[in-house]
C-alpha cells in the first residue's frame, strides 16, 4: 500500500473513532436528559472499561450518579476526571455540586470558585457562591458581593429586579436581588452595615 494510502485509511479510522465517540456522548446526554440515569451509568461504564481515561464520559457517569442521589460515587466519578482534565468547567462545577450535597462546603466553594474563574459569565455560579457564603460559610458579605455581581452582570434595572412578581419561573438575578435585599436587611439589625 503507498504510504498516501495508509494516511488515508489512518484518518477515516480517527474520523470513524470521532464519530462514534460523539454518538456515545450524545446517547449518554440524552439518557440523563430523560432521567435514565441506570443506563447513563451502565453506558459511561461500558466506555470506561473501553478507555479509563474519556474525561467525558467520567463527567456524564458523575452526572448520572447525582441523579440516582449516589453522591459520594458522583464525587469519585467527577474527581476522577478532574484527574485527567482539571481545568474542565463541568467537572469542577460536577464536583462543586457533589460537595454541596455531601455538605463538605469549603470544597464546593473551592470547586466553584475555580470553574467561575475559569468561566466568570455563569450566573449560576455566582448564585451558587452567594447561598454557599451566606447560609454555610457565614460570610455575608462575600455572599452579598455575589449577589451584586450576578446582578450587575443581568444588566436588569431595579425597577425589573423589584418589580418580578411571583412567577413560577424566577431568573437568578431576581433571585440574587431577593437574597440580597433580604441579607442586607438582616446585616444592618445585627448592626454589621448602614442602610
Given at each position: 500500500m503507498k504510504r498516501s494510502g495508509l494516511f488515508t485509511l489512518v484518518l477515516m479510522f480517527s474520523f470513524s473513532s470521532l464519530c462514534q465517540e460523539n454518538n456515545l456522548r450524545l446517547k449518554s446526554e440524552r439518557f440523563i436528559y430523560n432521567q435514565e440515569f441506570k443506563r447513563a451509568v451502565s453506558l459511561t461504564d461500558s466506555i470506561l472499561e473501553a478507555d479509563t481515561t474519556a474525561t467525558w464520559a467520567w463527567n456524564l457517569k458523575g452526572r448520572a450518579e447525582m441523579g440516582l442521589l449516589r453522591y459520594r460515587d458522583a464525587l469519585t466519578s467527577f474527581r476522577k476526571a478532574g484527574s485527567y482534565s482539571p481545568d474542565s468547567i463541568p467537572v469542577l462545577t460536577g464536583m462543586?455540586?457533589?460537595?454541596?450535597?455531601?455538605?463538605?462546603?469549603i470544597k464546593a466553594y473551592d470547586n466553584y470558585r475555580e470553574s467561575y474563574a475559569l468561566d466568570p459569565g455563569d450566573p449560576a455560579l455566582l448564585y451558587s457562591m452567594g447561598v454557599l457564603c451566606e447560609q454555610h460559610l457565614?460570610?455575608?458579605?462575600?455572599?452579598l458581593q455575589y449577589y451584586n455581581l450576578l446582578i450587575k452582570q443581568s444588566k436588569l434595572d431595579k425597577e425589573t429586579l423589584e418589580n418580578w412578581g411571583e412567577a413560577k419561573i424566577v431568573p437568578l438575578p431576581v433571585l440574587a436581588w431577593r437574597r440580597k435585599k433580604n441579607l442586607r436587611e438582616e446585616m444592618h439589625f445585627e448592626g454589621?452595615?448602614?442602610r
Open positions: 462543586g455540586n457533589a460537595s454541596y450535597v455531601t455538605k463538605d462546603w457565614n460570610d455575608k458579605p462575600k455572599a454589621k452595615i448602614e
